[in-house]
């Protein structure tokens, strides 16, 4: 064999070798690209969508509320679990409001058809509210494909 076709043939395979290492590279970014595209539209639609079935959970704290306050409109249940050390309660204002219920302890308000709108959750322990026991609940408009005629 000559050094020429010698030379040819190395060439040769380096451009291979090389082009293997780009498609490995390449493959392995498509597949992290796939991962986070899966993360965020995942994440995202739950964000978007809120409590589709109307049943809204929520965390008493000493001071606040934690979850997501948003849901279609429809009937809605409030679902709050005190994880607090206080004992706590929850409302809606110009409604319904729940038992006060120690640490650890879980209350149910059922608020009924619950309108379009933005409304306002709060404890009525005294003091608590002034130290951020409110929390803005936000009814949305129903998915076109979950509204029915009738
Ligand atoms: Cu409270």
């Known amino acids: 064999m000559s050094n020429a076709s010698r030379r040819a043939q190395q060439a ?14 390449l ?10 595209a899966v993360l965020v539209v995942s994440g995202g639609g739950e964000d ?4 589709l079935d109307g049943k809204i959970d929520i965390e008493m704290f000493d001071y606040g509320f934690a979850g997501d306050l ?10 709050a679990t005190n994880v607090g050390r206080l004992n706590h309660n929850i409302g809606i204002r110009g ?10 302890g879980r209350v149910s308000l059922d608020l009924g058809e619950v309108p ?10 005294i003091g608590h509210e002034a130290k ?3 929390a803005t609940l936000v009814i949305t408009e129903p998915e076109p ?5 009738g």
């Open 12 to 25: 040769k395979r380096r451009q291979q070798r090389l082009r293997r290492v780009r498609v490995v590279a």
């Open 27 to 36: 493959s392995g970014v498509v597949l992290v690209g796939a991962l986070i």
């Open 48 to 51: 978007d969508a809120g409590n």
């Open 70 to 79: 948003t849901a279609p409109a429809g009937p809605i249940e409030l679902s």
């Open 95 to 104: 409604g319904p409001i729940s038992q006060e219920v120690g640490a650890g």
């Open 116 to 125: 379009v709108g933005t409304y306002e959750l709060y404890c009525d322990v």
């Open 132 to 134: 951020g026991m409110v």
């Open 145 to 149: 494909d979950a509204a029915s005629d």
